[in-house]
C-alpha cells in the first residue's frame, strides 16, 4: 500500500486494521449521506474512534477517498485480470467478461467526485501490461509485435466506461458491452 496520502504509515497490525476501519466506515459513510455531506467527523463517528485518532492517519477527507479510490481501482484490475486469464472459458467469453466487469466498476468511479489519483499512471500500466499479455497468450498477437494495439484497446474501452460512467442516463450496460467488444474484436482482427 502506497501510504503518501497518510501521515503516519501503519507498521503494526493494530495500526493497519486502524486504518482499514477508518477506510470500512468511509464506505459506510459514503454509502448513507452524499458526497457533499461525507467528514472526517462521521468516518470517526462510524468508525468508532475519536477524530484525533482518524488525524493520526489522515490529514483531511481528500486523503480518504483518495486512498479508497486507489484502492478500488486496484482491486478492479486484479479481477480483470483474473477474468482475463480465467482457463474455464474461452479467450473471447474471457475478453467479454472483463469488458463487462471494468464497465460495471468504472462507470460506479464517477458517482463520487474524487482527487487525482497519483498512482493511476501506475496503474494504467498495469492494465495495459495484462491486456498485452492476454493477446499474446491467446495468439492474437505474436510476441515481435510492439504494445500498440494493448494501449490502443485500454484507451478504447476506459474512454467508454468513463463515458458511460458520466451519462445519468444509461442504465442498461449490456448494448454498450455487446458494441464496445465487436469493437475491441473487430481491431484485434485488424491488426493482425
Known sequence: MKTALLRKKPKQKRSKLMVDNILEA????????PYQQFTT??????????????????PNKQSILLELEIRAVNEMIENVEKLLFDSKFQPERRLYRAIEYFFITESAF???????????????NR???????????????DKKVDTFLSEYLVVLVSGIAEQLGRRSDIRNLKPWTEMTFDLVMHSIQSHK
Open 26 to 33: 468511509s464506505i459506510r459513510v459514503l454509502k448513507h449521506h
Open 41 to 58: 467527523n462521521r468516518v470517526a463517528e462510524a468508525a468508532g474512534i475519536s477524530i484525533g485518532s482518524l488525524y493520526q492517519y489522515f
Open 110 to 124: 464517477y458517482e463520487i467526485p474524487f482527487s487525482s489519483n497519483f498512482e493511476y499512471p501506475t496503474q494504467l
Open 127 to 141: 492494465i495495459k501490461n495484462s491486456i498485452d499479455s492476454y493477446l499474446r497468450s491467446n495468439g492474437y498477437i
